[in-house]
């Protein structure tokens, strides 16, 4: 491809809502052009990078027995309806009406339409196992779109779905799936880490995120470095800290004026928040609900999601907070009625806690669970933080933020009952299939290697998705045969198999084209000036190092077909 052709230009200001390192380098090196919030246009550079992702995964899955369908993007309401995911993912669908006012959504996902295919034609158990995947554009209306193609409302996405007859197909398809993603990570020149992740509104058993290690991550991981246990901290678990050995007290009012926060009530009554019960207050779909953890503990939103098994969960309202009855900054479940109580299982973990007094300025000393209150769900509610005990090896556990890359799930026959895809075992009964579900962003892994391959002039692509192999860049000047030299090596390099960026703008100094090699992160650099010719050689410069070498002219190509 000749610069001088191609459709995007090179910018040298830093886009002024480009936050990440990847959305800057992908709209100053030309790859992506925004239309709206979260939507992309991938201009030809862009496009080829996408493109190599995308046969690095087809190859992946073909070899993992994988069939490649192509579904469509445009499905019937109905189906959504009927697996009761138009309401579960209610907040990020795209609907829509055609023409006879039927209502319709744009595929955010395909489990539906996948369950329906295997009801059709899978009937046997002489038909299973079955392993189908597509490559596909996907919308999700993302409430805060962000970091270029971190978090978009259109991508392209991998997504597989295998089909079996029991729990240990699942578990070989499953452990298929894991082998094939970390391949596909390996060859994108991606570093990972494989997590344990809540399956969320996907639904299902198990499931594990594949999380690119980046500070611009979204997600927080919680990992112990001694044991390798690693989960999203949506999931994590660590020790909780017990006090044991007071014997249970009785309880006594304490006048705490002005004394709200956990903090102040703390502070007042000497005492370590960790001895104190916090009550936290939300909306789970429409209901009031009551927490307590331990003062020392915060609140996770999706354990205690989940918990709840509610759609729709935020934080009461000052004024759902009083319609409750419920006196904030004193509040405890101690005498509380007619509400909703989820209690952490932190508070079991000691005696004799200060809580809230229900009375503006009182809170009590000596609360024991169960003697004074009573919960309707006791769990573990509370997030998981860096410096907690690890529970499998009591190791110092570590945070670190990631880009989630991959999501694979265990569903089981949560969707094959919902749409009776069954199939007939050895002895003539009927069950319904056991599925799995796996997906991986091809927007993301691009956006999650260069936020882990770039330096600070640009991006440094990994060969395998680089948009080109080699960068060309003769140096001209009049009177020289640099312009013959460079021509006659673009046509005999791409007539080898090299892809080529030939940059034969006239016009431009050494200095913009050397920048922008760097910024468009091409991997390998080859100069041609009318030095280099002096020698009969050409410049050769890998993008990951400083120092160049000067190669004959003659060995150029040879040395770049051992590299690609
Ligand atoms: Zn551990």
């Excluded at 500070?215 to 246990?229: F, L, N, V």
């Excluded at 370590?272 to 996770?300: C, H, W």
């Excluded at 391959?453 to 680089?466: E, F, M, T």
């Amino acid at each position: 491809m000749r610069i001088s052709r191609l459709l995007s230009k090179t910018l040298r200001e830093v886009p002024t809502d480009a936050d990440t390192i990847s959305h800057q380098f992908l709209v100053r090196a030309g790859y992506i052009n925004q239309l709206v919030a979260g939507v992309y246009t991938y201009l030809p550079l862009g496009s080829r990078v996408l493109k190599k992702i995308e046969n690095i995964i087809r190859d992946e899955m073909d070899k993992a027995g994988g069939q490649e369908l192509t579904l469509p993007a445009l499905q019937p309401l109905e189906i959504w309806q009927q697996s009761g995911r138009d309401k579960t993912m209610a907040d990020v669908l795209f609907f829509l009406h055609d023409r006879r006012d039927r209502k319709m959504v744009m595929g955010p996902t395909h489990e539906e339409v996948m369950t329906m295919l295997a009801a059709r034609y899978i009937q046997s158990y002489r038909d299973l196992p079955v392993m189908l995947y597509q490559i596909q554009d996907k919308m999700r209306d993302e409430p805060r779109p962000r970091g270029g193609l971190i978090r978009v409302r259109e991508f392209f996405m991998k997504d597989a779905y295998s089909f079996d007859a029991d729990e240990k197909g699942l578990d070989a398809s499953y452990q298929s799936m894991v082998t094939a993603y970390q391949n596909i990570y390996k060859r994108c020149g991606l570093t990972y880490l494989m997590v344990e992740a809540d399956s969320g509104a996907i639904g299902g058993k198990g499931s594990h995120e594949f999380m690119v290690i980046t500070d611009s991550g979204e997600d927080t991981i919680i990992h112990c470095p001694a044991c390798g246990y690693a989960a999203n901290q949506e999931k994590a678990v660590s020790v909780k800290k017990k006090f044991e050995g007071e014997a249970p007290l009785a309880i006594e009012e304490v006048s705490t004026p002005g004394m709200k926060t956990i903090e102040e009530v703390a502070g007042f009554m000497k005492v370590a928040p960790s001895r104190t019960l916090k009550a936290v207050f939300y909306m789970a779909d429409g209901q009031f609900v009551f927490g307590v953890i331990r003062g020392d503990l915060e609140v996770n939103e999706i354990k205690l999601k989940n918990q709840l098994h509610c759609n729709d969960l935020r934080l009461a309202t000052d004024a759902e907070v009083q319609e409750a009855g419920v006196v904030a900054g004193a509040a405890s479940p101690v005498g509380m009625k007619g509400i909703k109580i989820i209690a952490d299982d932190s508070v079991n973990t000691g005696s004799n806690f200060v809580a809230g007094g229900n009375k503006p300025d009182v809170h009590i000393k000596n609360v024991n669970y169960p003697r004074d209150f009573k919960a309707d769900i006791v769990a573990d509610i509370a997030s998981a933080r860096a410096g907690d005990k690890c529970i499998k090896c009591s190791g110092k556990l570590a945070a670190v933020r990631g880009i989630e890359v991959g999501h694979v799930f265990k569903l089981g026959t949560r969707y094959s009952e919902n749409f009776n895809a069954t199939f007939i075992d050895e002895k003539g009964e009927t069950h319904p299939i056991i599925m799995g579900c796996y997906g991986t962003g091809l927007s993301r892994i691009m956006a999650s290697a260069i936020e882990q391959n770039h330096d600070d002039k640009g991006i440094i692509w990994p060969v395998s998705i680089a948009p080109y192999h080699v960068y060309l860049c003769p140096l001209y000047r009049e009177g020289t045969n640099v312009a013959e030299v460079a021509d006659r090596l673009y046509e005999e390099m791409t007539a080898a198999g090299i892809e080529v960026l030939y940059d034969d703008r006239k016009d431009a100094a050494p200095g913009v084209k050397f920048n922008d090699a760097d910024l468009i992160g091409i991997p390998y650099r080859v100069t041609v000036s009318p030095r280099t010719l002096e020698k009969n050689a050409v410049e050769f410069k890998k993008r990951t190092e400083k120092a160049a070498e000067v190669i004959p002219a003659g060995d150029i190509i040879k040395k770049i077909k051992e590299l690609v």
